[in-house]
């Protein structure tokens, strides 16, 4: 067997080392700003986009000779273009009116400038009828504006003469 052959280290003079380290510094900052790393040249980071919701957290019926007596309801609000439907549960599509109701939260398009709300009602009549409720216009939320509380809509029932006067359901909501 033969013995391996002897290694010699390699002898650096001091400015050759100097050099050496500074090349490598210039090099690796030149590497941080043309990725961005530093911040420098880069473009800022766009900040993250908020998401809101909006919370469906009560409803007032109207109590008149006049209006169905109704004691559940469903709603759908529209927002943008996309419809969410209350109450969500799997064991009823109607809520109960009254103290106590249960709110329900549903999260709003990403990056919206403005939030445009409509809302349609529909109330379960003791003898089966189901009156329907509309409001009437839109209502135009800015983001910007968000948070929103103690936000309300009067629905009106479909077909009540004079158009537009009677109102039978209010909606409480809030933009968070």
Do not use: C
């Amino acid at each position: 067997m033969k013995n391996p052959p002897d290694l010699a280290s390699a002898r650096v003079s001091r400015s050759a080392a100097v050099w050496a380290a500074a090349i490598t510094a210039v090099g690796g900052f030149a590497t941080a700003v043309a990725t961005g790393a530093i911040g420098l040249v880069s473009k800022p980071k766009p900040h993250p986009v908020a998401q809101h919701w909006i919370h469906i957290e009560s409803v007032d019926l109207a109590r008149e000779e006049s209006l169905p007596s109704i004691d559940r309801v469903r709603l759908v609000a529209q927002v943008n273009g996309i419809s969410y439907s209350y109450p969500t549960s799997v064991n009823s599509i109607w809520a109960p009116v009254g103290p106590g109701m249960a709110g329900e939260r549903y999260p709003l398009p990403l990056g919206a400038e403005v939030y445009r709300v409509k809302f349609f009602g529909f109330g379960l009549a003791a003898d089966g009828k189901i009156p329907h409720y509309e409001y009437r216009g839109i209502l135009e939320h800015p983001s910007r504006q968000i948070p929103l509380h103690n936000v309300t809509q009067a629905l009106q029932i479909v077909g009540s003469e004079p158009r537009g006067l009677t109102v039978g359901m209010t909606v409480h909501y809030s933009i968070e």
